[in-house]
């Protein structure tokens, strides 16, 4: 594979990993592990799980708990495995302990932060610890994870203090969660820490950093952690494009990031997502380069969505192109109307929205009654209403 260009993924890695158990090689395996860490595929449930199942047949009882800690989102293989190796050490109490208790709390912790309760998952967190139940590091990531979705820098740096006391040495998958979280949370000083202090970097990691900084603004910093990146040697995804262009759009570099995108289209394809896409016509319509976003737009491989027209919209705005501007208006509404009959039928996740006031996180869900002083906030919103209602006539339109 490697002689034809073709770069192995998480199935063909878990397959290999799982061969060099059964030709009880550990050596072999642990090269193969070596090459999941570096290409961010270590977490993923099926080589996380090969790889636990290989310490398990072969390696020491603390190989056999790092390897279960780095699984992202352990499954039913993932934890029999784990018990498998609990009980070849002659830990049968243990065992049964880690099925019965940690095993229900992770997966209520997991389940909350995929769905969008993130509250909750910290307060499973923080129940855990009065149940007795000592959390293992993916509760801590999940842990990580809610508080960074709802960007409170305060729990996080909580929860990271309580992985520090009670676990000690952090894995990889735990440090990348670390840099994401306080990136998102804007403290890009505390990031490039956790980035510098992260011993055994993968792409995930540098992705992580990339993204940080353009979220933040920094599009420049951005740039150059890419630079460094490639000069250590690593392959950059889709998300480390991603990350890129979003940097080029925040920092004007409107010729790198045409760059970055072609580079990228010409020489490995099999990165390209719409997203891609939509970040390069942002960048052009940002940047008043009109001409060449409607030719980009006439040679998409795909129908563009609404997100599209809303990047032209906005360029157009910007730079008080009104002639295209309406057009792009006019289009923007086909696109909403045939988005809507696609996910007609389809359940979302209700909106919502956070905000921290003296270290309390304060959740608002969409049309929510179980806010403890709901009868007070929807009062306050009742007399915004009636006062933007009472002076409509002086509010400002702008043309579209």
């Not at 676990?167 to 980035?195: H, P, R, T, V």
């Not at 630079?227 to 991603?242: A, H, I």
């Not at 795909?302 to 006019?330: D, M, T």
Request: with cysteine; glycine share 8%.
């Amino acid at each position: 594979m490697h002689l034809f260009d073709i770069k192995p993924n998480e199935y063909t890695l878990a397959t290999v990993i799982h061969s060099s158990a059964a030709l009880k090689d550990l050596r072999l395996g642990k090269q193969i592990q070596s090459y999941a860490v570096k290409a961010g595929l270590c977490s993923n449930v099926f080589p996380g799980s090969a790889i636990l199942d290989l310490y398990v047949k072969l390696g020491s009882f603390d190989a056999i708990l790092r390897a279960f800690e780095d699984i992202n989102h352990p499954n039913v293989f993932s934890y029999a495995s784990l018990i498998r190796g609990y009980t070849k050490e002659g830990r049968l109490d243990e065992a049964g302990d880690v099925f019965r208790n940690v095993v229900c709390w992770n997966t209520m912790i997991s389940g909350c932060s995929q769905s969008g309760r993130n509250e909750e998952a910290v307060n499973l967190l923080n129940e855990m610890f009065r149940e007795g139940v000592t959390p293992i590091q993916s509760s801590y990531h999940c842990a990580i994870i809610a508080a960074a979705n709802i960007g409170s820098l305060g729990l996080g740096r909580s929860i990271h203090a309580s992985a520090v006391k009670h676990l000690g040495q952090l894995g990889l998958f735990f440090a990348n969660s670390l840099i994401s979280l306080y990136a998102k949370c804007g403290e890009m000083e505390d990031s490039l820490l956790a980035f510098r202090k992260t011993r055994e970097r993968n792409v995930v990691s540098w992705n992580a950093l990339i993204c940080g900084y353009a979220q933040n603004g920094e599009g420049k910093a951005a740039v150059d952690v890419y630079d460094r990146m490639k000069l250590m040697g690593l392959e950059p995804n889709s998300v480390t494009l991603r990350g890129l262009l979003l940097a080029c759009n925040h920092a004007g570099l409107v010729d790198e990031g045409c760059e970055y995108f072609y580079q990228a289209r010409r020489d490995n394809p099999r990165l390209m997502r719409a997203e891609h896409y939509a970040c390069l016509m942002d960048l052009l319509s940002r940047g008043g380069r009109f001409e060449e976003a409607e030719r980009f737009l006439g040679e998409l491989p795909f129908e563009p969505g609404i997100g599209f027209w809303k990047a032209l919209l906005g360029g157009c705005r910007v730079h008080s192109n009104w002639e295209l501007g309406e057009v792009a208006a006019r289009l923007e509404e086909v696109s909403e109307i045939r988005r809507r009959m696609r996910e007609k039928g389809l359940s979302r996740i209700a909106g919502s929205s956070w905000i921290e006031v003296r270290s309390e996180v304060h959740v608002f869900v969409t049309s929510d009654k179980r806010h403890r002083e709901k009868a007070e906030i929807y009062e306050a919103l009742r007399l915004l209403i009636h006062h933007v209602m009472e002076n409509q006539d002086t509010l400002v339109l702008t043309r579209f």
